[in-house]
């Protein structure tokens, strides 16, 4: 399967053979061997045992110091005290009682109180529900069916968040996509605010703008923060829905999220992961005028034709409740996000001077507590600030030999360290130890792709 870079897998290989053991299990029971495109990683997947803190281990027993930190959700770490007190609690009491219960409204009303844009909330159980959910309450409020979204940004994996994620972006991101639904959805190029409003005059037929707002991909797409700005003002002059799915950012760039970050409010808001504390949880806010069309009234004809419709049998789960209160009252003050940041601008730095030690055609930008990995050959990387890549979109998504991100992960596994394929989550519990080591696995994870002939120079 590798030739270049054959001795990182021999050696990845020798070191996990019980994870190799639990993948050909999986491939006989699970399609693909895996329940999460993400986790692909060639030649298999590492299986973890346990975690705590900003450390987990696998079944082989290696200590790695971990970015993927449930995909963003856990921004406090793995099994935080105050949290796990309040999921055991709660699970003596119930884990799901098919009825309203007094612990969702505390955590809608936390909500409420930290996001600038929540005059309303509804719970759903994930961040592809809520983006659905979103675009279904724009469309509704509107009168209108078009939706324009930002090639290159991610949101979720329901049929209209597949159009232009990936290049070529006038493909879905997956097969079995009706051309029905892709005609709902038109793509515009992120940060040209003079194309969004020439689609916005050409088509009177749009019911929302739905985009990240830090920039598509968590990130990897850099936002111009002036775009938002402009993005804000235009949708508002032509009654379009601005929607920001904050499901990464929700919490993390500050307790308000991006839309607070950045000085910019939308009408409609997607949360997820840092939410629900590390457990499944979504949710939709946004202004009254719009959420309130989920509400039934006394009406028989508009609760059967006008009423948005939404059910989800997990929706507010009380432990998924108990988690999320837990988690946003001890980030609501915002120095936890504070300290996230400081570690983020701080490893980076520690990545990018590896990077220069080494001469390797590389770069690891982002902002707040998110970092970026970039390993194709750039002409452009003296112009990186460590916070926006100079490249336009298409060159930031076009990947030109994915064995050698796979073989990076493989490397720094060997290391002591695990970060996803692209882009890594920096917790509020890692500590200046844990970033002094990934710094150096990082460098020794880079120098054997060089030796293994993978590594540009």
């Not at 399967?1 to 639990?22: D, N, Q, W």
């Not at 082989?60 to 995909?71: A, K, N, P, S, V």
């Not at 309130?292 to 059967?304: C, I, M, S, V």
């Not at 064995?403 to 920096?426: E, K, Q, S, T």
Request: hydrophobic content about 40%.
């Amino acid at each position: 399967m590798f030739k270049k870079g054959s001795s990182i897998v021999e050696a990845y290989r020798k070191a996990h053979p019980t994870s190799e053991k639990l993948f050909e299990r999986a491939l006989h029971i699970i399609a693909g061997g895996i329940t999460h495109d993400i986790r692909h990683l060639r030649p298999f997947p590492i299986y973890v045992e346990r975690a705590q803190g900003s450390r987990k281990w696998d079944v082989d027993g290696h200590e790695l110091i971990d970015y993927w930190m449930g995909h963003g959700a856990l921004f406090l770490g793995h099994q935080p005290p105050a949290v796990m007190k309040a999921v055991r609690e709660q699970a003596g009491l119930g884990t799901h009682y098919g009825a309203c219960h007094a612990l969702e409204i505390r955590w809608a009303e936390m909500v409420q109180r930290l996001v600038p844009s929540a005059e309303r909330v509804r719970f759903t159980s994930s961040g592809t529900e809520a983006t659905l959910l979103a675009l279904r309450l724009a469309r509704a409020f509107t009168g209108k069916e078009r939706i324009l979204k930002f090639e290159g940004h991610f949101h979720g994996w329901h049929d209209y968040a597949t159009a232009g994620v990936k290049p070529p972006y006038e493909m879905p991101v997956s097969s079995g996509i009706p051309e029905d639904v892709l005609r709902g959805i038109i793509l515009c190029p992120p940060n040209d605010i003079v194309r969004v409003r020439e689609v916005l005059e050409d088509h009177g037929n749009i019911a929302a703008v739905i985009l990240e707002p830090a920039g598509g991909t968590s990130g990897c797409i850099p936002t111009d923060p002036i775009f938002l700005k402009g993005l804000r003002e235009i949708t508002a002059s032509k009654g379009v829905v601005l929607i920001f799915d904050e499901v990464i950012t929700g919490f993390r760039y500050s307790p308000g999220g991006a839309q607070e970050w950045y000085g910019v409010i939308p009408d409609l808001t997607t949360l997820a992961k840092i939410l629900a504390g590390g457990l499944p949880g979504g949710a939709v806010a946004g202004k009254a005028e719009i959420m309130d069309l989920l509400a039934f009234r006394e009406e028989a004809d508009w609760n059967r034709h006008l009423k948005v419709g939404h059910a989800g049998t997990f929706n507010a789960n009380p432990l998924s409740a108990a988690a999320g209160v837990a988690t946003l009252n001890i980030i609501a003050n915002g120095e936890a996000q504070k300290r996230a940041n400081q570690l983020g601008e701080f490893l980076r730095k520690e990545m990018n001077e590896a990077i220069h030690r080494l001469g390797v055609d590389a770069c690891v930008y982002g902002e707040a507590s998110l970092f970026h990995i970039f390993l194709e050959p750039c002409k452009l990387r003296s112009d990186c600030d460590r916070i926006v890549c100079r490249l336009d979109h298409k060159s930031l998504q076009s990947i030109g030999d994915m064995n050698r991100y796979h073989l990076l992960r493989c490397a720094l596994i060997l290391n002591g360290v695990d970060i996803p394929a692209f882009h890594g989550w920096i917790s509020a519990i890692h500590s200046e130890e844990d970033l002094e080591k990934t710094a150096k696995a990082f460098e020794k994870a880079l120098q054997m792709l060089k030796e293994s002939g993978v590594s540009g120079q």
